[in-house]
């Protein structure tokens, strides 16, 4: 059974910094291609960042909306992604999830596997 448990939510003021962290359990980690989404209320799930298997070296790619701010990374030893956040604005403030094993493209929400989301909200 496939499992993604997000943590590191929070309430924090604009221009702080999170750490979430996603712990997966029952797949191969180090090969599957991992992600962090995002929702707001009324809104859709928007792809936030991605990260490739670390066969192919790692690759990243990122909203335009957290380029520069945002930084996805994977410890295969952890089986664990990380999305580090800094220079938080209001407009971040959204449910975070976690996904794993893209079906189609990485940078649309078409995931096979989700986390249960851990809510960000900043204050302004």
């Known amino acids: 059974q496939v499992q993604l448990v997000e943590s590191g939510g929070g309430l924090v003021q604009a221009g702080a910094s999170l750490r979430l962290s996603c712990r997966v359990s029952?797949?191969?980690?180090?090969?599957?291609?991992m992600a962090w989404f995002r929702q707001a209320p009324g809104k859709e799930r928007e792809f936030v960042a991605f990260?490739?298997?670390?066969?192919?070296?790692?690759?990243?790619d990122y909203a335009d909306s957290v380029k520069g701010r945002f930084t996805i990374t994977r410890d295969n030893a952890k089986n664990t992604v990380y999305l580090q956040m800094i220079a938080l604005r209001p407009e971040d403030t959204a449910v975070y999830y976690c996904?794993?094993?893209?079906?189609?493209?990485?940078?649309?929400?078409?995931?096979?596997?989700w986390g249960q989301g851990t809510q960000v909200t900043v204050s302004s």
């Open positions: 996904a794993a094993d893209p079906k189609s493209r990485a940078n649309t929400p078409n995931y096979n596997y």
């Open positions: 029952g797949l191969t980690f180090s090969t599957t291609v």
């Open positions: 990260i490739s298997s670390s066969w192919t070296g790692g690759r990243t």
